[in-house]
């Protein structure tokens, strides 16, 4: 069974200190793992996807990275808008998996002005 | 561009009554469309998918069930709603790639 954890579960940071979410994963093989930020009260957006090992991908100040057993998002100084709770979530290559995505409890991100 | 519309953002029911949230699509056909549940303090729980019409797989043991009717149409129903039923129900669709598509959501109390 696929699993996904998200530490911390919250994140408090001043406007302009830069940090890092975690998301540890287990899966029996990774086809891809994908991050997504969502605003209270609205739907998930998607923000990258990483498919391999060393893998990066970035959007304005945020970049993910890749493991064969976590994944980073980065955020270098951040603003109050980027307060949200960010989404990972995994999908396995197997042939039921591959429909479906196994998301973690998100981390909630606050930055204070 | 692929939409995903959802109504109503808010619902209220009483425990035992009827339930119907409806999700339509816009977009290339043929995705395969989902229903997501997200509990507070829970993370997303698949609860149906759908790879095409009729086509309906359940995975997990409940009082709701799916329907998918037309191709751009996707139904969360029940005949007795539950106070465990409620939470945020979020409609998502994917086509070709593995990117999900997320509806606005229905934010669903059961008192």
């Known amino acids: 069974e696929d699993q996904v954890t998200q530490s911390p579960e919250a994140l408090r940071l001043q406007e302009g200190e830069s940090s890092s979410l975690n998301c540890s994963y287990t899966?029996?093989?990774?086809?891809?793992l994908f991050w997504y930020r969502q605003d209270p009260g609205k739907g998930p957006e998607f923000l990258f996807t990483?498919?391999?090992a060393g893998e990066e991908k970035e959007k304005e100040r945020l970049k993910a990275t890749l493991t064969k057993k976590e994944s980073f998002l980065h955020i270098t100084a951040p603003k109050p808008e980027d307060s949200a709770t960010y989404l990972c979530?995994?999908?396995?290559?197997?042939?039921?998996?591959?429909?479906?995505?196994?998301f973690g409890k998100g981390t909630k991100l606050s930055v204070i002005p | 561009s692929q939409t995903i519309h959802q109504w109503p953002a808010t619902l209220v029911q009483p425990v035992g009554s009827p339930l119907s949230l409806e999700c339509t699509v816009e977009?290339?056909?043929?995705?395969?469309l989902y229903w997501y549940r997200q509990a507070a303090g829970r993370g997303l729980q698949l609860l149906f998918y759908s790879v095409g019409i009729g086509q309906i797989s359940s995975e997990v043991p409940q009082n709701l069930s799916a329907s998918r009717p037309q191709d751009r149409q996707f139904i969360l129903s029940s005949k007795k709603l539950l106070l465990s039923d409620s939470g945020f129900y979020l409609c998502a669709g994917r086509w070709g790639t593995e990117k999900l598509f997320f509806g606005s959501g229905t934010q669903l109390s059961v008192l």
């Open positions: 977009g290339t056909s043929n995705p395969n």
């Open positions: 979530a995994v999908q396995d290559n197997s042939g039921a998996g591959s429909y479906q995505l196994t």
């Open positions: 899966v029996s093989g990774l086809r891809g």
């Open positions: 990483l498919y391999s």
